[in-house]
């Protein structure tokens, strides 16, 4: 059995989960999330907790199972406490804000790139080299953070650009040469 898969999902207080065929409905206050599943999968709630269960020990079954209790997991804890992702911003001159509903993003090119927040999620700039995206999709959350680090990758050499809090980068050695040597 999968160790994911067969683990149970205790549902908060606060949650309403609704399961209608292979269309898994999860809502918290104004939030709700929704999720098509396999329709090989079986996800049932029995005593406030949600039990997924697979038919057969097929690889392709083994692999869904894993898959389809984490999906569900994920949308109780984005309705329940919500996703961020942090990314910090380095290099002279490079600067993020928030103008209304947009962030602007000063990162070194003769332009300002300009993000409309979308629905459902929150981009916040505690400071000009601070960005924290904030929603209760845990997809949505990583593909929005992901985008934006893709504006202005980490540089190998000096260090500047946008990266994960988390991320350690591994600054290379400059070009050492002696010169006139060659030509």
Request: no cysteine.
């Amino acid at each position: 059995m999968s160790r994911i898969g067969r683990m149970p999902i205790a549902i908060p207080a606060n949650v309403d989960v609704k399961i209608d065929k292979n269309v898994v409905t999860v809502k918290a206050g104004a939030t709700v999330l929704t999720q098509v599943i396999h329709p090989d999968m079986t996800v049932a709630i029995e005593n406030q907790t949600i039990i997924v269960t697979r038919p057969t020990d097929e690889k392709d079954h083994r692999a869904l199972h894993g898959l389809t209790r984490s999906l569900v997991n994920n949308m109780i804890v984005g309705v329940s406490q919500g996703f961020a992702k942090n990314l910090d911003i380095n290099g002279v001159g490079f600067k993020a804000q928030k103008q209304g509903k947009k962030l602007v993003l000063n990162v070194g090119y003769s332009h300002t790139i300009e993000l409309e927040e979308p629905a459902g999620i929150t981009i916040d700039v505690p400071a000009p080299n601070k960005i924290i995206v904030k929603g209760a999709d845990k997809q949505l959350v990583g593909e929005i953070a992901a985008k934006i680090r893709g504006y202005r990758t980490p540089d190998a050499y000096k260090g500047k650009g946008i990266k994960y809090d988390f991320e350690v980068l591994r600054l290379k050695e400059g070009k050492t040469g002696a010169k006139g040597k060659g030509k």
